[in-house]
């Protein structure tokens, strides 16, 4: 299975990215996707998740204020991040990752290699 992320770049403050994870092959044990962040030095954190049956989603606490929002499209075995209002802290290398979705867990499948995004003040 191979993740590729996708969409990243530079970005002014209040500016909005898309990014894209496209699978390919076939994920058995997979039943969601998500995104995670990191910057130097810390540790990779969790941003978003999406099931893949029901469209249900999870953000981080910290962005409930709805500025990111976590998408699919099965038929194409694609994912989004659409994110919206940046801000500078939000710079950070975005990985995808293929989930096994449990009650109340998860277990991360596959990871993808991750694609930057900067966000200049």
């Known amino acids: 299975v191979q993740l590729q992320a996708s969409g990243g770049g530079l970005v002014q403050a209040g500016g909005s990215v898309r990014l894209s994870c496209a699978a390919a092959?076939?994920?058995?044990?997979?039943?969601?996707m998500a995104w995670f962040r990191q910057t130097p030095g810390e540790e990779r954190e969790f941003v978003a998740a999406i099931s893949l049956s029901e469209s249900k989603t999870w953000y981080a606490d910290s962005l409930l204020k709805g500025r990111f929002t976590i998408s699919r499209d099965n038929a194409e075995n694609t994912v989004y991040l659409q994110m919206n209002s940046l801000k500078p802290e939000d710079t950070a290398v975005y990985y995808c990752a293929a989930l096994k979705i449990g009650s109340g867990s998860y277990q991360i499948d596959y990871w993808g290699q991750g694609t930057q995004v900067t966000v200049s003040s």
């Open positions: 092959g076939r994920t058995f044990s997979s039943n969601g």
